[in-house]
């Protein structure tokens, strides 16, 4: 009996070691979904409570109008984006043409860039005091009124800009999708005599619906998050809207009804994306009999095929470098000035807290999710996730209304009580940005991490279990070490978009701390254009480092 009951005593206390952290782990991951939920809880609370006056004057007045730009903007660049990225997706795919190898991983490169720096650098260009219509007056001796030129600050010029950085999204889905397929379908349609264009048409380009829709989905997010392009260009959005409402009416109702609404919107776009990757099972690498054979372009049809795959690089990255580079050299911006180190060294602080922060948020989530896969913890992944599909403004008046009232509740408490006003301690502090950004990009981290985790098998866990570790030691030990190469992309890519973020720290940021995006728009804004070069150019830099990363893995998978 004795024997017996000193076993089943050390069997408990293994099954209490075992479990020991999972009640901690579990509630660091709902705190974690509850964060992501409170700004959009916040948002409809806060439209609800601004009475039907606003929103009878927002219908009367601005509202039509930022529905129609926005929904103009999204058809623009949903189609622009599709054309571009499949267009060159298969080209690089299935066929082969000089220069195919460096352009399938260049066509990449566009994603580096914030779509407001490519407005800067097009509008030194292409605006009226430009190189290209000065240079036009020059030689034709035209006066300002006696010719036609098309208006880069415009609708038309903001969709330019955002296909130009967004195209990647599809162009990379789409590429892997045609990677996948199998050449079986495509050569029966060859066989019954369709040529390359038809089958396409009705072969290749149906089974990877899938990846395109959701490719074009992700850019049409991107796009009605957009601050920085459209409100440079004079766009009225949805997102110049709440930023006009919160900073030069003071309205917050206004503001909070705005995001209500580009809430909605995201939101129905996250469950179409959700939807398409879900559905995304057209191609099976598992059934290709062998793989698509690319066909070999010659003469007018190899340089057409070059020129389509060159344009987009060319257009999105070479020339906006070079005009950018011109820029910041003519300028009187000093990047070793203790005015820009400042810039600098705030920037990096607030992506490397933000990218820290959010890494561990994306650990306890994707763990527990793997310790205890239940509907809990599929419901709190989910919600975490859904950051990714709410704009920064929208994130921005979510976190500031609730926090507000905090603050303002606890300081009229306190002099009520002590005579003494503790101020704003959560308004307007880093910490408060930090969590901003922690919600918006919480989801590209969470991808990063699962996609390593996913790696290790469950067999790894239980004979960890069987060694006595706990969950947390499991973490710890076994996990972490494995996945190092998926946490510091994880770290990298919240960096970088921390780096690019511009409507939430226009909004949150405190007093006289700016930022090198902050002082990129700033610049822009007053006509400053050379010198809002020299952070784009910083921004951009920055930003190439996660493309590279994926730019190797474009090169591994061809």
Not at 330 to 340: I, N, P, V
Not at 360 to 367: P, Q, R, W, Y
Not at 403 to 418: I, P
Not at 440 to 467: K, P, V, W
Request: with cysteine.
């Amino acid at each position: 009996m004795t024997d017996s009951h000193d076993i089943s005593e050390r069997a408990r206390k293994r099954r209490r070691r075992r479990a020991q952290g999972a009640p901690a782990l579990g509630v660091v991951a709902y705190t974690v979904a509850a964060a992501c939920l409170l700004p959009m809880v916040a948002v409809l609370v806060g439209a609800l409570s601004g009475g039907t006056d606003t929103v009878g004057h927002l219908l009367a007045t601005v509202l039509p109008g930022y529905v129609g730009t926005t929904l103009l903007l999204v058809v623009l660049v949903g189609v622009g984006t599709m054309i571009v990225g499949v267009g060159t997706a298969w080209l690089v795919t299935m066929t082969v043409f000089p220069a195919k190898r460096l352009l399938e991983i260049a066509l990449v490169l566009p994603l580096a860039f914030p779509a407001y720096v490519l407005a800067y650098a097009y509008t030194f260009v292409l605006d009226h005091p430009g190189i290209v219509q000065s240079s036009l007056r020059s030689v034709t001796g035209w006066g300002p009124r006696d010719y036609w030129f098309p208006e880069i600050r415009s609708l038309g010029g903001a969709a330019l800009m955002l296909i130009l950085v967004l195209y990647p999204y599809v162009y990379l889905l789409a590429r892997a999708a045609f990677l996948q397929q199998s050449a079986t379908a495509f050569l029966a349609a060859r066989a019954l005599g369709k040529n390359a264009w038809v089958a396409f048409w009705r072969v290749s380009l149906p089974m990877a619906r899938p990846a395109i829709a959701g490719g074009v989905l992700l850019a049409i997010m991107e796009t009605i998050a957009d601050f920085g392009t459209v409100a440079y260009f004079g766009v009225q959005t949805f997102a110049t809207g709440i930023y006009t409402s919160w900073f030069s009416m003071a309205d917050r109702a206004a503001a909070a009804q705005l995001a209500v609404c580009l809430l909605a919107f995201a939101l129905f776009l996250a469950i179409l994306e959700r939807t398409q990757r879900g559905a995304a099972k057209y191609h099976d690498t598992g059934k290709r009999q062998q793989r698509m054979p690319p066909d070999r372009l010659r003469g007018w049809r190899a340089a057409l095929a070059f020129l389509a795959c060159f344009l987009p690089v060319l257009l999105g990255c070479l020339l906006p470098v070079a005009v950018l580079l011109t820029m910041g050299i003519g300028s009187e911006q000093d990047l070793l000035s203790r005015r820009y180190t400042r810039f600098i060294s705030n920037s990096i602080t607030l992506a490397a807290s933000a990218a820290v922060i959010t890494l561990l948020a994306a650990i306890a989530v994707g763990f527990f999710q793997r310790l205890r896969p239940g509907r809990g913890a599929q419901v709190a992944a989910y919600i975490a996730r859904l950051g990714y599909a709410v704009p920064g403004g929208v994130i921005a008046v979510g976190l500031i209304v609730p926090f507000a009232a905090f603050d303002n509740a606890l300081d009229s408490w306190m002099r009520a009580r002590f005579d003494y006003s503790t101020g704003l301690l959560v308004t307007g502090s880093i910490w408060l940005l930090v969590g901003a950004y922690m919600v918006r990009f919480l989801a590209a981290a969470l991808g990063a991490y699962e996609g390593g985790q996913s790696t290790i098998h469950a067999n790894m866990d239980a004979a960890a279990r069987s060694l006595g570790q706990t969950p947390l030691g499991t973490l710890r030990r076994v996990h972490l070490p494995m996945l190092t190469p998926s946490l510091l992309t994880a770290l990298l890519i919240v960096f970088v978009d921390v780096m690019k973020e511009l409507p939430a720290t226009l909004i949150m940021r405190p007093f006289n701390y700016d930022t090198l995006a902050v002082q990129a728009y700033r610049l822009a804004s007053d006509e400053r254009l050379e010198g809002a070069a020299v952070p784009s150019l910083v921004i951009v830099a920055v930003g190439l480092l996660p493309v590279i990363l994926i730019c190797r893995q474009v090169g591994r998978r061809s």
